[in-house]
């Protein structure tokens, strides 16, 4: 939605220019996570031609949809200046959900989804509410949310979930067409494709302008008439109804486990902050917000690739998340790089330290 | 700032490269040594120089006596599956291993037959199955009047926690006999010790602490018998040259880590490639993921895993991706041995027996009544095998899926609605 020209910023190797193209292409945001997705996969198919076949690169976006779906959940929180800490457990509560009320009856699929975007409705609605009109930082409602749904869960299932998904309810998340070339096209690419067509028309809307702006100065949006209230409580909504979809996914793809969705939250989060996008929100473009989950998921692609070993893994991949984020906030910082970044000076540049952390 | 800039690209490739260096060097010399080598060892080396690593693959696989591995205790637990256990049959949470009997009638009496349970939590669904069998033996002897009273407290997996609670009980005077589960090993040894010294008999069971101190400690074998069951059974029936995927939980915790160390061990001396050991938190999404994954570098054609969650993911992973089942390791879970019955794979479901939680309340009244019991209570743990699977499903037919087939409920009154209603 905004008219950058990253490209010039950053055009000191070819991987760079590609990935300014990309980002141009994509409709901006911050070239350094195309960057990055680019040399991660350029590594991976190195390492393993074999990768670079359409039916491994089919399973790769099978596995990665339901996280690009949490970042796009996650984004729309985000850029209009809260936090969702509630999705990973969202996402566990909606599994066992299903799996204990549809209980292996086919018959059951349509109706148990209809009550999952119910309850996925009512949570974001609750945590929007709290937000807003309780004036509860989000990151407390949340978090508290995420604790009262872990709970409720454990509660009710005794710590162990019960029931059994349906195959028409695994379909979501593990089956697809059967064709030539890539051997499946799986329903949960074409469930992807659809999000990020609706995603990048909403944020194109004057709705998609309104949540920047609100996230930019909540302040002036509202003396612009804006109701910060709506805007944001009805991006917890979405939120909450992009976690029940990944939940959809999730369950599809694996089954129901008893620790389905954990820390889900911070994967998405991370995925949206590497996508550029600013904690604290008003900055930051939803497509670069699925780069970064399609980076994060690439990366750990790369990690299995190299037989790195499981201990050094979250360590090595804090310092590239930092890495990244920390170059992306230099060349926002840099004098036009971006057409309304406020001209800060690089050490004062207020971006940096929540985006790394 | 341009400066800045270079220094944080090259502080990007520099994690990506070093990565890759240090990796690439012990899977291409050799591959075997990933497996064995002792992940808190290795974790240091890796991120130093490839100098350090060259050397790291000169020394032998097995590393004698490594933090989790104790060669007596391995030894023992291998030895002790095929002893014939003591008691009767058709009840094995009675039976016990080379039981070493001690008096107990310094603390028989009927006064105060309060029985008071500290529980690490009931965190997973092998805990919760264990919980409701514990239960329904209590009700079996509340209503033959063996036991007044019950109380429980669960400390969710909180060593602190469960201190403040054995502490609690002690202070409230009113148990007349205390059981024990640990969370963890060394941190809650002085509890119990504590609990101990306020003279009520003290039963432990599951995972150990370092004292003996109370009157009988209970439990199945082992994890090492566990793993080596499991790595066994891959060695036998794969080809020498076929290569094993190892699925772990996480690391750290005594009783997978034995399992893992005790695999390891007969990895070693087989022909077999492992091609990694991975930490999945037993997420049935990251098992899929990961297994696919391999699946894309090559064959994978025998899978170890510490736990059997999450073990139908794995075995998903093989049929999304067009490829022929692995030789199987699981576990009595029922999701699994449903899904083995189901394709008639090559596999084994190796069994941390969960009805050893009947035992502690057996062994509460036994000693208040004065009877004997083992001071190490070591309960038969058998895997089940392709021979007795059928025998095992038919009987937990009604179950859930995440049930465990070895619960050993089935004769409580209960059965089968209180395993059934969770």
Not at chain 1, 208 to 219: E, H, M, Y
Not at chain 1, 265 to 294: N, S, Y
Not at chain 1, 349 to 357: F, G, I, L, S, V
Not at chain 2, 124 to 146: C, K, L, S, Y
């Amino acid at each position: 939605m905004t008219a950058t020209d990253p490209g010039r910023a950053a055009a000191t190797s070819t991987g760079t220019r590609l990935a300014g193209l990309a980002g141009r292409l994509f409709g901006g945001g911050g070239p350094t996570v195309f960057a990055l997705l680019i040399v991660i996969f350029a590594l991976i198919f190195v390492m393993n031609p074999s990768f670079a076949e359409p039916p491994s690169l089919m399973a790769f976006l099978k596995a990665a949809a339901p996280l690009v779906v949490l970042a796009v959940g996650q984004y729309f929180v985000i850029v209009c200046g809260e936090l969702d800490l509630s999705v990973g457990s969202l996402v566990g509560a909606q599994v066992v959900i299903a799996a204990a009320l549809i209980d292996g009856e086919e018959s059951r699929t349509v109706p148990v989804l209809l009550v999952m975007l119910a309850f996925g409705a009512l949570v974001g609605l609750v945590n929007g509410l709290i937000t807003t009109l309780l004036k509860v930082h989000s990151l407390i409602t949340t978090l508290g949310m995420m604790l009262v749904l872990y709970g409720a869960i454990r509660l009710w299932t005794g710590g162990s979930p019960k029931g059994a998904l349906s195959e028409a309810f695994r379909t979501a998340g593990r089956g697809g067409i059967d064709m030539p070339v890539v051997r499946q096209l799986p329903w949960a690419l074409i469930i992807l494709v659809a999000v990020v067509v609706l995603a990048i028309v909403v944020m194109r809307s004057s709705y998609g302008r309104t949540l920047v702006a609100t996230g930019d100065n909540d302040q002036a949006a509202m003396f612009a008439g804006v109701r910060v209230w709506q805007v944001r409580t009805s991006a917890f909504v979405l939120s909450s109804l992009m976690a029940t979809l990944a939940g959809v996914l999730i369950g599809g793809f694996a089954g129901v486990t008893a620790q389905v969705g954990q820390g889900l939250e911070f994967t998405a989060i991370t995925a949206v902050v590497l996508g550029g996008v600013v904690l604290g929100g008003g900055r930051g473009t939803v497509v670069a917000a699925m780069a970064g989950a399609l980076t994060i998921q690439a990366l750990f692609t790369l990690f299995n690739q190299m037989a790195l070993p499981s201990t050094i893994r979250p360590a090595v991949q804090g310092v590239i998340i930092i890495a990244a984020v920390a170059y992306a906030a230099r060349e926002r910082a840099g004098p036009g790089a971006q057409d309304h970044a406020p001209a800060a000076p690089p050490d004062q540049n207020p971006d940096r330290e929540p985006a790394a952390t | 700032m341009r400066k800045t800039r270079v220094l944080l690209v090259a502080a990007a490739t520099a994690a990506l490269t070093l990565a890759a260096c240090t990796t690439d060097e012990p899977t291409e010399t050799a591959p075997e040594d990933e497996a064995p080598a002792d992940e808190g060892e290795q974790e240091p080396e890796d991120s130093g120089d490839d100098a350090a690593d060259d050397e790291g693959d000169d020394e032998p696989a097995e590393s004698e006596d490594g933090e989790w591995f104790v060669r007596a205790d391995y030894e023992r637990q291998l030895a002790q599956r095929d002893i014939e256990p003591e008691g009767p049959a058709d009840q094995p949470w009675l039976q016990a291993i080379e039981p070493e009997w001690v008096d107990t009638s310094e603390f028989a009496q009927e006064e105060n037959r309060t029985l008071c349970f500290s529980n690490a939590s009931v965190s997973n669904p092998w805990r919760v199955t264990g919980w409701i069998t514990m239960q329904q033996q209590v009700d079996v002897f509340t209503d033959a009047g063996e036991i007044d009273d019950f109380q429980v407290s669960d400390a969710a997996d909180d060593d602190n926690q469960q201190i403040s609670d054995i502490q609690a009980f002690i202070d409230s005077g009113d148990c007349g006999a205390l059981i024990i589960s640990p969370s963890t090993t060394a941190t809650l040894t002085p509890a119990v010790e504590a609990a101990c010294d306020s003279g009520i008999p003290v039963i432990v069971f599951d995972r150990g602490v370092n004292t003996d101190c109370m009157v009988t400690f209970i439990h199945p074998i082992g994890g090492y018998a566990y793993g080596a069951d499991g790595a066994e059974f891959l060695v036998e029936n794969l080809e020498p040259g076929s290569s094993v995927l190892a699925l772990r939980i996480l690391p750290g915790v005594d009783v997978l880590e034995h399992r893992w160390a005790a695999a390891q061990e007969i990895f070693a001396d087989s022909e077999l490639e492992i091609l990694g050991d991975e930490f999945t938190g037993g997420d049935g999404a990251q098992i899929k993921d990961l297994v696919t994954q391999y699946l894309q570098r090559g064959d994978v054609d025998g899978i170890w895993m510490d736990a059997g969650d999450g073990s139908v993911a794995a075995i998903e992973a093989f049929e999304d991706t067009g490829n022929d089942y692995p030789v199987m390791m699981g576990e009595d879970e029922l999701s699994f041995m449903r899904k083995w019955e189901e394709t008639g794979m090559t596999a084994i479901a190796p069994v941390y027996s969960n009805f050893q939680w009947r035992t502690p309340i057996e062994a509460a009244v036994k000693i208040w009544n004065g009877e004997e019991v083992p001071a190490e209570w070591v309960l038969p743990q058998e895997p089940i095998t392709e021979e007795n699977r059928g025998e095992f499903l038919e009987r937990n037919a009604d179950m859930p899926s995440l049930h465990y087939a070895k619960f050993g409920g089935e004769d409580l009154p209960g059965y089968p609605e209180a395993w059934q209603d969770r």
